[in-house]
């Protein structure tokens, strides 16, 4: 069982962007629980595609100690004059009207904060600068309790950009056209991002007659549509905290 010591930078301007304890641990809980494949609502996987959901024995807890050894509750809190940040990782800096983030070594950092555009979050991937590595979610899309707002109210931003994290490419592969790769092979080939909440099966690329795995956290749809990963991206993931991300896992 590896586990991933969180730091949770909430970056705040109002008082509805400045969550909760509470808030924070309800986004730790859903990590560990669609980590781990513990999450109820897995029970509406397709038949054709039970076998592949996996525990990915990877599991997140809020960091104990500073980066200088000192004992933390894991969350920052950092007032600002910015209204909305934006995908250019101005939240991740001082200058910015951000926090730096803790060694990215060594703690997973995620930035909480309110984004422009009805973005709802972006991540870095395995092998990017460590000034930006990271993970960035919007405050009303973080956790599954306080100031969340449906239908992204159930934590599944933050296990989207963490799959990202850890070297997730989007499930249809980011061309459109059905000539994209996830590089992942026990997912089927995908059009496009599917979006809001989809009925089995969505049949695009040939891919029929199961179709589209839009259930999948790396697809686009509704917090309440996106229960699994498959056991090919676990491997993916596995393999990013065996090798670029090894020093996160204390390996
Ligand atoms: N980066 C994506 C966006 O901002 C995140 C999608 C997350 N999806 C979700 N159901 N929570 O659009
Ligand atoms: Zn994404
Ligand atoms: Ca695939």
Not at 20 to 42: C, E, G, H, T, W
Not at 125 to 154: E, I, Q, R
Not at 201 to 227: K, L
Request: aromatic share 8%; glycine share 10%; proline share 7%.
């Amino acid at each position: 069982l590896i586990t991933i010591p969180v730091v949770v930078h909430v970056v705040h301007r109002t008082e509805d962007e400045n969550i909760s304890d509470a808030q924070v641990k309800s986004q730790i809980s859903v990590l560990n629980k669609d980590f781990r494949a513990k999450n109820p609502d897995k029970s509406k996987v397709p038949a054709v595609w039970k076998s592949l959901v996996v525990d990915s024995k990877i599991q997140f807890a809020l960091a104990t100690k500073d980066p200088r050894g000192k004992q933390t509750t894991g969350i920052t809190r950092t007032a600002t004059t910015v209204e909305e940040f934006g995908p250019d990782n101005g939240v991740k800096s001082k200058k910015t009207g951000g926090v730096n983030p803790w060694p990215a070594d060594r703690y997973l950092n995620m930035w909480v904060c309110n984004l422009s555009g009805g973005l709802l979050g972006y991540a870095q991937f395995p092998g990017g600068p460590t000034k930006t590595d990271g993970v960035v979610v919007l405050f009303s899309a973080f956790g599954s309790t306080g100031k969340v707002n449906p239908p992204f109210n159930k934590g599944r931003t933050a296990t989207h950009e963490v799959g990202h994290y850890l070297g997730l490419r989007h499930i249809w592969g980011d061309r459109n056209d059905c000539t994209g790769s996830d590089f992942v092979a026990d997912t089927p080939p995908h059009q496009q991002a599917n979006t809001g909440k989809p009925k089995f099966p969505q049949i695009t690329c040939n891919n029929g007659p199961n179709g589209d795995m839009f259930m999948n956290y790396m697809d686009y749809v509704d917090d309440a549509s996106m229960f699994m990963f498959t056991s090919g991206q676990v491997a993916r993931m596995n393999a990013t905290l065996a090798g670029p991300r090894k020093k996160l896992a204390g390996l």
